[in-house]
């Protein structure tokens, strides 16, 4: 059984970081690309970054592009995604997900997907 976990989301005030982290485990990843969405109430869920096996190759939504790093350690099959200088704008539900191949930035193109965690930025 495949699991992806989120976790680092909370409350943070406009300016602030965090840190999400995604822990999959369950079978070995080793050639899925991990990406991250966000899903804002009333809103369609929309990517925000996504990375690859190797980490050679990495994409970003205009929204979060000098504010946002993906990275991962395939070693301990962990995806991370630093966010600074948050806005209330990037208050949201952020879901961690995994694709084998190639990196894509719609929500259709991932087989597996996490329970989310919640990120909330007050102005």
């Known amino acids: 059984q495949v699991q992806l976990v989120e976790s680092g989301g909370g409350l943070v005030q406009t300016g602030g970081s965090l840190r999400l982290s995604c822990s999959a485990s369950?079978?070995?990843?080793?050639?899925?690309?991990m990406a991250w969405f966000r899903q804002a109430p009333g809103k369609e869920r929309e990517f925000v970054a996504a990375?690859?096996?190797?980490?050679?190759?990495?994409r970003y939504a205009d929204s979060g592009k000098g504010r946002f790093t993906i990275s991962r350690d395939n070693a301990k099959n962990l995806v991370y995604l630093q966010m600074n200088s948050l806005k209330p704008g990037d208050t949201a539900v952020y879901y961690c997900?995994?694709?084998?191949?190639?990196?894509?930035?719609?929500?259709?193109?991932?087989?597996?997907w996490g329970q989310g965690t919640q990120v909330s930025v007050s102005s």
């Open positions: 990375i690859t096996w190797s980490s050679g190759s990495t």
């Open positions: 997900a995994a694709r084998l191949g190639f990196i894509a930035t719609a929500k259709l193109g991932y087989d597996y």
């Open positions: 369950g079978r070995t990843f080793s050639g899925y690309a």
